[in-house]
């Protein structure tokens, strides 16, 4: 059996067009598939919580609160007020 080359011609643009797709699907699938795994959501950034415990009467030990408080300003922490 002879193929003409009509025949020819159009197999060979056929063979074209379906590699070209697969080229296309093997470079979008990585892509899209990336994507909807790294879309997670960012969890909240976990505070730190400093707590100071004191044996006796706030008024005898009040300087060393007063350092302590003073140095974790200098170190960026803010005080909070919780009750």
Request: aromatic share 6%; glycine share 6%; charged share 20%.
């Given at each position: 059996m002879?193929?003409?080359s009509?025949q020819?011609?159009?197999?060979?643009?056929?063979t074209?067009?379906?590699?070209?797709r697969?080229l296309?699907?093997?470079?979008v699938?990585?892509?899209v598939?990336?994507?909807?795994?790294?879309?997670?959501?960012?969890?909240?950034?976990?505070?730190?919580?400093?707590?100071?415990?004191?044996?006796?009467s706030?008024?005898?030990?009040?300087?060393?609160v007063e350092?302590f408080?003073?140095?974790l300003?200098?170190?960026?922490?803010?005080?909070?007020?919780?009750?």
């Amino acid at each position: 059996m002879k193929v003409s080359s009509k025949q020819k011609a159009v197999s060979s643009k056929v063979t074209e067009f379906i590699r070209g797709r697969v080229l296309v699907v093997l470079c979008v699938l990585p892509t899209v598939l990336l994507l909807t795994v790294s879309s997670q959501a960012q969890q909240p950034k976990k505070v730190p919580r400093v707590g100071f415990l004191v044996a006796g009467s706030a008024s005898v030990v009040s300087a060393r609160v007063e350092a302590f408080r003073q140095g974790l300003r200098e170190r960026g922490y803010v005080q909070i007020y919780r009750r």
